[in-house]
């Protein structure tokens, strides 16, 4: 079985700073891993993705994230924040391969509020 | 990306009618499709996993015959909430699994308010 921890539910950062949303899975196979934000009242969206290659991803609006193997970590940085990043955000993971219809496993969420 | 619709985005209706809630993937074909339930503030729960032309798998404590689930097509899923009450209130979000890489695409959500 897969799991997701977050290891912070909340984030409060100043506009302009930098962010690290931490991320750690366990699984006894090989992952898929993913980021996702969520906007107020509004569904998911897809950040990045890691499936195999380059373990440096990187994705849309700024951030990137790096798969560390070795301590089963996916944590997502962005260097400099905008207000409007202010949202909720989700890593997840899924087994790897070509296993049909594997199910996500998300983490509890981090809420990234950026202050002016 | 991928675009995934889902209609309506929120729906107000009486306890004990029934809701028709539906996922469309708009740009590539999806053998599979997730339902989720989301409350506040807490993380997505999947409620079931619907594979086209087959029945939908449900997760434990989800009840079949109160969500039924119908994936038709390989772009359309739909989830009716049958005899709806105030706890069915929720927001209820589909995504569509890209075959080529299985990549989960999610659709906007539906809010549901059962009064």
């Known amino acids: 079985a897969q799991s997701v921890t977050q290891l912070d539910s909340q984030v409060p950062v100043f506009e302009e700073a930098p962010v690290e949303l931490r991320c750690n899975y366990s699984s006894s196979v090989s992952v898929y891993l993913f980021w996702y934000v969520q906007y107020p009242n509004q569904g998911l969206q897809l950040l990045l993705k890691?499936?195999?290659?380059?373990?440096l991803v990187k994705g849309i609006n700024g951030f990137e994230a790096e798969f560390n193997k070795s301590q089963t970590s996916f944590h997502l940085r962005k260097p400099s924040v905008h207000i409007s990043d202010t949202a909720e955000y989700f890593c997840a993971v899924t087994e790897g391969g070509e296993t049909s219809g594997s199910r996500l496993t998300f983490g509890e969420g981090t809420q990234l509020t950026v202050n002016p | 990306g991928a675009v995934v619709s889902q209609h309506p985005s929120r729906v107000i209706c009486k306890s004990g009618t029934s809701v028709k809630i539906e996922c469309r993937s708009l740009?590539?074909?999806?053998?599979?499709m997730f339902w989720y339930r989301q409350f506040p503030k807490k993380s997505l729960m999947l409620m079931a996993t619907s594979n086209e032309g087959s029945k939908a798998t449900y997760e434990q404590g989800v009840e079949k015959d109160k969500f039924l689930i119908n994936h038709a097509s390989l772009t359309l899923s739909t989830l009716t909430v049958t005899s709806a009450h105030p706890e069915d209130s929720s927001f209820y979000i589909c995504?569509?699994?890209?075959?080529?890489?299985?990549?989960?695409?999610f659709g906007p959500g539906t809010r549901l308010l059962v009064l």
């Open positions: 995504s569509a699994r890209d075959s080529l890489d299985g990549t989960q695409y």
């Open positions: 740009d590539f074909q999806a053998t599979t």
């Open positions: 890691y499936l195999s290659g380059s373990t």
